[in-house]
């Protein structure tokens, strides 16, 4: 079973619509990534939560750590077409921060 | 300030062959941490290297391995090519520090025929 489950898969929203995306861990948390990938590029830092209740907010996103639940949730205001690609949560479970565990992904795609 | 890069973008390369990729961090960093990523398999963590150590594996065989030059350039090795090994190869750079942000490379694509 994946340690980092991520809900939805897939999501097709129409442009100017909020959205969130959740992340669940099956262990405990001590950190959480989150990166957006166009397909087959690299991975897009967005942000970084460290510590639980923490919210972080970059333009339209906005990221909170949940660790109490071992989640984190990540939110987009007013959706955009250039916000459409694949957004991956990762944690270091052990080894640290170099050694991130990616959940399993979520594809957005924005309809104009 | 430049991002990671990595080179080549793209190989292709038969069954039984070996093959080397390299990744050079973003001035200052310390740190390179190779990741696999696949359809099925998702994105999933080779090892890092930092000041020229290996300081963390993942769970690949043996086939798979890398170094790190004084400069913090870092290659990663794959011998004896399986048609499994077809995958977008990522690295990853940062300081190395507790909490350090990794930022990533554009990737390299394997593909093994």
């Known amino acids: 079973s994946q340690e980092l489950e991520q809900s939805p898969q897939s999501l097709i929203v129409q442009e100017g619509k909020n959205l969130t995306i959740n992340c669940t861990s099956s262990?405990?948390?001590?950190?959480l990534y989150w990166y957006k990938q166009k397909y087959g590029e690299g991975l897009i830092f967005l942000m970084m939560?460290?510590?639980?209740?923490e919210e972080k907010s970059h333009e339209k996103i906005t990221a909170k750590l949940d660790e109490k639940k071992q989640q984190s949730s990540l939110h987009i205001t007013a959706s955009q077409p250039s916000h459409a690609g694949i957004y991956l949560c990762?944690?270091?479970?052990?080894?640290?921060?170099?050694?991130?565990?990616f959940g399993t992904g979520t594809k957005l795609q924005v309809i104009p | 300030k430049a991002g990671v890069t990595q080179t080549p973008r793209y190989l292709i390369k038969t069954r039984g062959q070996q093959v080397t990729l390299s990744c050079s961090p973003i001035?200052?960093?310390?740190?390179v941490s190779w990741y696999q990523q696949t359809p099925g398999q998702g994105l999933q963590f080779l090892f890092e290297?930092?000041?020229?150590?290996?300081?963390n594996k993942g769970n690949f065989p043996g086939r798979f391995s890398g170094r790190q030059f004084s400069n913090s350039r870092s290659e990663m090795n794959v011998s004896t090519l399986e048609l499994g090994d077809s995958a977008l190869y990522l690295c990853?750079?940062?300081?190395?520090?507790?909490?350090?942000?990794?930022?990533f490379g554009p990737g390299t694509r394997l593909t093994v025929l």
């Open positions: 990853a750079s940062s300081l190395g520090t507790s909490g350090g942000e990794q930022f």
């Open positions: 262990k405990t948390l001590y950190g």
């Open positions: 939560l460290q510590k639980g209740g």
């Open positions: 990762g944690a270091p479970f052990s080894g640290g921060y170099q050694k991130v565990t």
């Open positions: 001035s200052g960093h310390r740190s």
């Open positions: 290297y930092f000041s020229e150590t290996q300081r």
